[in-house]
């Protein structure tokens, strides 16, 4: 156990240490194969333009290779392993696309994702965005702002532990000792096992990403909030708006660009939820999403590689608008610099 | 002044606004303190009541047998067995008893109860009893009666000694440190420095590169899984190296954090003052030197608010750990650990919570510790952006 710990520090320092060689011994290689002599000002500057044009490649070299293997080349690969079998070997055309097409499972998963997809992003804007507002008006609001944005730092196997435990379901005469069971049993409700109820499970396992979600939108909502220009609320007053329509009239349509930024974000964390699935239900009673399918599918049976690159692309295909977007929105602002 | 403080003028009643944050503020409390609460709890209280009763302390229903009719003595003409209903050398406080187990509560302390058949029965709140009857008492036993009896609040550490010992908590946490500080730590180095290249250097190509790293941010995990599963265990197979390794999960988290390590980086390094970096070039500093001694310490709250971003990813992690890294005990991470004890200790809450607090109690101190730096990089990534 303490040699682990000893062998991961010495991978850190040694890690450190072979990057920070690897950029100061190519920077001196650089030197070294196209000197600068004082007394040629021709090569000088011919060598000094070498150097100029392959330096900025071996500072991006190491970043470049870690994307392109990671990243770029299992875009292509999974694209391709979608129209190949289950090994991957043989080329079966569309075959993978028409199985998820008729599968039911995945159009059980495809409808839940619509339903987190509805829910989860517009929830935690508009809680999000009500708790900015509220707590920029009081003394502690920081401290209010830091206990709402505190379970963004819990793991989602962790709060789905919390959770579990609110949703916890005593059968018989036993107490209830889950707090939702507790607080229906106090008003005089049946007790339930929420987590196999049919449809509805699903929204006990929203509220889970919401209670970690909330704090962010709220986090960047307040900043958009404290940047609205102060002459435009003054002449909402003086002109005798009244608090709600100050709010939806002048605050709101001015952070519009940061709640769409708000929203995009936590939609592109909705499509790729994982972790809260696997641990509350495991998709069982109803709750399969396309994250989990394509989990699934990677490992059941000796896994499945052509169909769990089908549901891959099926996420991949619903962020891709989003994607072309930010792209579109960096290169704006890169002209503007 | 700002927005705020003048709509603080022209809003709702103050007090209000107090209220409704102080109950928002309670719910989105509630879930972490029950399980924090819970995993200090004695195991048998945990299932015999509610968290929120453990300060109160819990009313737990209890078995004791009444004297045995042997040990009757006779008063007039009633028969009496007299005695305590705890054994002795233990005592507590008795709420309320009952003869039958699915009524404990039935009748009330200090107070006769007529069992019928001439039968009386009293229990004090000391636990004395007297039972008496207007006839001998038959049979061979005592009788049996059911307390609810007051249970001292009990507080253990035992649960956090189960799990970081004989659950294997201790090791996973061991392991989580393992993955989370060089996959932390290497990715930052590699985008600094392109970070730099793409912000202060002029090449072909560049706008097409800070393009790529843009859109790769979105590129959800899952499109990576199946080929990088499929070039691991190939390597493994070519030079006899197990698939799933350490130095393999490294390079995966290293490489997945990058696209937003070196969009973030950028936007920041970008917006340094271009006199520092040219005046520093016309001193003949290379551009190894200018980075290492200028942009590197300049840079140090992107730095922070990365690298508090990518710790907590990876340490909070499952599924790249699922993939990439064994199920064995040297590799099992927390948050593997956890799920797979929700499966294998379903309904073991002294086991579940105790776990569950183990694995957050890192973020959360990272968290509050360092709280400013992630939201100005969350700041950094999202309102721009926008």
Redesign the interface.
């Known amino acids: 156990m303490i040699s682990q710990v000893v062998s991961a520090v010495g991978v850190v320092i040694a890690g450190v240490f072979v990057c920070a060689l690897y950029y100061w011994l190519s920077d001196k290689i650089l030197q070294v194969v196209f000197p600068v002599p004082v007394d040629n000002v021709h090569a000088a500057s011919v060598n000094l333009n070498r150097r100029a044009m392959i330096r900025p490649w071996l500072f991006l070299a190491p970043a470049l290779i870690l994307l392109v293997v990671y990243l770029v080349y299992p875009v292509v690969a999974t694209f391709i392993l979608s129209f190949h079998d289950r090994s991957g070997g043989n080329f079966v055309g569309l075959s993978n696309y028409r199985w998820a097409i008729q599968d039911a499972q995945f159009r059980q998963s495809i409808f839940n994702n619509i339903l987190w997809l509805a829910v989860v992003p517009a929830a935690c804007t508009f809680f999000g965005l009500v708790i900015a507002v509220l707590t920029d008006r009081i003394w502690w609001g920081n401290l209010a702002k830091s206990l709402i944005f505190m379970p963004m730092a819990i793991s989602f196997v962790g709060a789905s532990v919390i959770w579990k435990f609110i949703y916890e379901y005593r059968g018989g005469s036993d107490t209830q000792i889950g707090l939702l069971n507790a607080i229906v049993q106090f008003f005089g409700g049946d007790p339930q096992v929420w987590i196999s109820l049919p449809f509805w499970n699903n929204f006990f396992l929203m509220a889970i990403l919401i209670w970690i979600q909330t704090g962010f939108a709220m986090v960047i909502l307040s900043a958009a909030l404290r940047g609205i220009p102060e002459e435009t609320i003054e002449a909402a007053v003086i002109d005798g708006a009244s608090g709600w329509q100050i709010f939806w009239k002048i605050m709101v349509p001015q952070i519009w660009g940061t709640i769409a930024v708000v929203w995009t974000t936590i939609t592109i964390l909705v499509l790729k939820v994982f972790d809260i699935v696997l641990t509350m239900t495991n998709g069982q009673w109803n709750t399969m999403v396309l994250a989990n399918l394509m989990f699934d599918w990677m490992f059941r049976g000796g896994g499945d590689s052509g169909r769990s690159a089908v549901i891959a692309l099926v996420i991949m295909a619903a962020v891709t608008p989003i994607m072309i977007w930010n792209i579109r929105q960096a290169n704006k602002e890169m002209g503007g610099h | ?4 403080s ?3 003028r ?3 009643p ?1 007090l209000i ?2 209220l ?2 102080l109950v ?2 309670i719910i ?5 303190l ?2 924090l609460v ?1 995993s200090f709890r004695d195991a048998g209280q ?7 009763t453990a300060f109160t302390g819990a009313a737990e229903t209890s078995a004791a047998r009444l004297g045995e009719p042997s040990t009757a003595k006779q008063e007039g003409t009633n028969y009496v067995i007299s005695g305590s209903v705890f054994e002795q050398g233990r005592s507590g406080a008795v709420r309320a008893f009952g003869t039958r187990v ?1 009524a404990p509560t039935e009748f009330q302390v200090g107070q006769a109860a007529d069992l019928g058949e001439g039968e009386t029965l009293t229990i004090n709140e000391d636990g004395s009893y007297v039972y008496t009857k207007n006839a001998p008492f038959g049979g061979e036993r005592g009788k049996r009666v059911y307390l609810s009896v007051a249970a001292p609040p009990s507080f253990t550490l035992d649960n956090y000694r189960t799990v970081l010992t004989s659950q294997g908590i ?2 996973s946490f ?2 989580s ?2 993955v989370a ?2 996959a932390t ?3 930052i ?3 600094a ?2 970070a ?3 912000s202060w ?3 072909p190509g ?2 097409l ?22 070039m691991y265990n190939e390597i493994g197979n070519l030079f006899g190296v197990p698939s799933r390794s ?1 130095a393999g999960i ?3 988290h ?3 954090g ?2 937003l390590a ?1 969009y973030l980086l950028r936007n920041y390094i ?1 917006g340094l003052p271009r006199e520092i970096i040219e005046s520093a070039r016309v001193d003949g500093a ?3 030197e200018i ?1 290492v001694k200028i942009i590197l310490p300049l840079s140090f709250p992107a730095l922070a608010s990365f690298s508090i971003f990518q710790f ?1 990813w990876t ?5 790249v750990a ?2 990439f890294l064994g199920t064995g005990k ?1 590799q099992l991470v ?2 593997g650990a ?2 797979a004890l ?1 499966g294998s200790m379903g309904g073991k ?1 002294e086991i ?2 105790a ?2 607090f183990i ?2 109690v890192v ?2 101190i ?3 510790a360092l ?1 400013r730096y ?2 100005r990089g ?2 950094a990534g ?5």
């Open positions: 002044m700002n927005a705020a003048s709509l603080r022209i809003g709702l103050r606004v107090h409704s944050v928002i503020c989105w409390l509630i879930p972490t029950g399980i819970t945990i299932s015999a009541s509610g968290w929120w699915a201790g090791q061991v392991n440190l393992t500080i060089p730590i290497i990715p180095l590699i985008s420095f392109a730099y290249a793409l250097m002029e090449f560049r706008a590169i800070i393009a790529m790293v843009v859109g790769l941010i979105v590129v959800p995990l899952q499109m990576s899984l199946i080929p990088l599963l499929r350490y490294w390079l995966a290293s490489a997945f990058m696209p070196i970008a290379s551009d190894f980075f907590l340490w909070n992690d499952l599924l699922m993939v040297d927390l948050t956890l799920n929700l809450w579940l919570t776990s569950a694995t957050i973020p959360i990272v968290f509050f709280q992630l939201v969350l700041l999202s309102v721009k952006g926008g």
